[in-house]
């Protein structure tokens, strides 16, 4: 007991000086505006002495804008980006794209047989039409092979990643998600050219190649993350329960159906829709000259002609006027999930429920941990969490009953303290702990390159400026314990939730 008090007692001296660092500092962004005449918004944030740069490109073009029966399609993208271009990844560029229209028109065909073989309404017996189409199916599968072995001795593999790992690259990534698509990278500052030269490049001339083969590597990675994960399904049900209306119900990896139906012309089609240099924002931070990074990007990045953007209708959530709930069975422990509809990135009352999040569900000395976890023993794990999102999103409580506590006992004590406080407002001395837990997270994100470039990224997409990063920063530590006990009345209630249960496979 003794040992555990101490430890106690170190922990909240080391989180006391954190804080009183935190609160010390002022955080100062020098950061340098550009927009280049094809509309493509360039940020650069010049730090000298660390020789290395971080990339954030980000196009707004995430699961948000696909249309029905395509979704997935900005998570397929994403991949394909990472294929090469006319000049990087294949042997012969001219050759190679007949194959691919050759595939193309292949795998459209199969997808038409496959579509009439799983017709709820077949023929009574075989019929002479059936058997010729499954004679075809047979001959389509021999040709698709044939043309994608074709394909794949044109293809130089792995190309794009061997030219950034040869120059010293770190963090190659990518990710997509509802509100937009975003790909980063590191380098040494003296390979800026190089990194503008390469992402121009794909931006220019992308081939999507190796389409098809990539479309089940995505759909074995849907199987893993959703179908064969039981916080993936439970998470799945509860978006697509909580979002009737707004594309936000959409998985960003796709519905399985949809899957099975993307060819790469609908990757062609979503790529020039959206894939404009005027839909774009560059964030480039490290040690790099401002005048000069302007001169290269404008060079290379330049010339891109910008494009006219879709005109996009998003159906927006209605309130929902009734809690609503979802049971999903798998066999897993149980979890519960609770989520409740919140204002879009940017309202007052964001700032308000972030701090609410935290009061619940971050850390060891939140009131969920100390109350379920470490009082009543009821909970193995809490989360709370708040989705930044473009449009209305979810505040959502994830939550593991400790056997042999249900889900229903885990629920309803998670109402009780919820209600409370409704009831009191949260301790000046919890506020203060919040406020500093917060501007800590935001502190240490700042000083890393890749991070400050990915935040100043998102801000500019999502908040139309970049300063929304700093403002956020200001706005929450005004929150007050009054406005974080009008946000929790307002929206934790119980018309406005959706509950999901992880039960188990066999009733």
Known sequence: MRTRWLSLMVSALLSTLIAYSVRAQEISLDVREHTLKNGMTLLTVPRRGHFTFSA???????????QAGKTGLSHMLEHMMFKGTRSIGTLDAEEEELILQRLDRLHRELSGLREAERSPFPPPALSPVEGKDRTRRIALQKEIAEATAAEKALIVPNEFWEIYRRHGAVGLNASASRDGTQYFVSL????????????????RHPVFREFYTEREVV????RQRYEANPDGALSEALIAMAFTAHPYRNPIIGWPSDLDRLFRPDAIRH????????????VLVGDLDPERTVQIIEEQFGSIPPQPLPELHITQEPPQRGERR???????????????????????????????????????TSRFYRGLIDGKRLASSIEVSVSPLRDPGLLTISATPLGPHTPEEL????????????????????????????EADLVRSLRSNASLAAGLGNAQAMAGDWRYLLESRKRLKAVTAKDVQQAVISYLTTANRTVATLLPAKP
């Open 188 to 203: 040494p500052s003296n390979r800026l050219e190089l990194w503008a030269i390469v992402e121009s490049d794909r931006i």
């Open 326 to 364: 979802v049971s999903v069975r798998f066999d897993a422990q149980p979890r519960l999930m609770v989520g409740y509809h919140i204002p879009a990135m940017g309202h007052p009352d964001t700032y308000a429920l972030q701090v609410a999040a935290a009061l619940m569900g971050t850390g060891r």
């Open 56 to 66: 954030y490109v980000r196009f707004k073009a995430g699961s948000v804008q696909e």
């Open 219 to 222: 759909k074995e990675e849907r």
């Open 411 to 438: 629920e309803k004590e998670i109402g009780v303290e919820i209600e409370r406080l409704k009831e009191a407002a949260m301790t000046d001395r919890e506020l203060e702990r919040i406020r500093n837990q917060l």
């Open 271 to 282: 790529f020039r829709s959206f894939y404009a240099p005027n839909n774009a924002i560059v």
